[in-house]
């Protein structure tokens, strides 16, 4: 039986659709915006052209799919069969006819969302496992699209700020990739001050730790290793950001 809205009846989680969706609509915005001509010309991200960017965000819905049909039937399918099929997945995709990227990123979001609309509540909290390697429940395929289409509209290049992502995508950005440098611990002697907050991220027990301080839109993105326009720190010297991902 189709449904015509979504099934969980869990409010926290239908926010958070309701703000994948609003990212989703937002990236294929800007998209649109775009001529076939401008997707030769490259992304912010090193190496990738705007096709390889927008073969990896449709090959991203289509592996975060098989994660929703897994928590759904209980049959393993894993986001990718390798890195290496990852890969090869965004060469490929990246020599298609734009218009059939176009028609296969907007399918295969469709896709994820009708997966995500007839997900039963007892399918959320299914365990999963990331291409990471992480398990994590089924709901959070939705944080992770959510990252994808706020992050990858602005590396499209054509105009999207960070100050247009929603703010509590910006913090909870954030606070994930600060905690992901502090489970490693590639975050010592460094602390993120977010102007208006009250609490600090990094290693706040560092007792001379460098600073590193702004607006939140500009933390992010110097946080995410995309530049640090706006950013200051206590050393006066801004160091490039651990990595994230
Ligand atoms: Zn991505």
Redesign the pocket.
């Known amino acids: 039986m189709v449904a015509r809205h979504d099934l969980t009846t869990d409010p926290e989680l239908r926010d958070e659709l309701l703000t994948v969706r609003r990212g989703t609509a937002f990236f294929a915005r800007k998209v649109t915006e775009l001529s076939d001509a401008d997707f030769d010309e490259p992304s912010l991200l090193p190496g990738w052209s705007r096709r390889h960017l927008l073969a990896?965000v449709g090959d991203?819905a289509r592996a975060l799919t098989r994660l929703v049909q897994w928590a759904n039937t209980g049959v393993e399918t894993p986001m990718y069969d390798s890195p290496a099929a990852r890969d090869a997945e965004i060469d490929f995709g990246a020599t298609l006819p734009v218009r059939a990227l176009r028609h296969l990123n907007d399918h295969a979001a469709i896709s994820l969302d009708v997966e995500w609309r007839d997900s039963p509540d007892a399918a959320w909290e299914a365990t999963v496992r990331t291409a990471q390697g992480r398990e994590v429940p089924a709901r959070e395929t939705v944080w992770m699209r959510t990252r994808?289409v706020w992050l990858?509209a602005i590396d499209l290049a054509n105009g999207a700020r960070f100050s247009d992502v929603p703010e509590p995508v910006l913090a909870r950005l954030l606070r994930d990739i600060t905690g992901t440098w502090r489970a490693r611990g590639t975050d010592v002697g460094l602390v993120v001050a977010v102007d208006g907050w009250d609490d600090r991220l990094g290693d706040i027990e560092s007792e001379d730790p460098a600073i590193v301080s702004g607006e939140l839109p500009d933390l992010v993105r110097w946080a995410s290793g995309r530049g640090d326009t706006g950013v200051t720190a206590s050393t006066g010297e801004i160091t490039p950001a651990p990595r994230w991902l």
């Open positions: 990896h991203n994808e990858h």
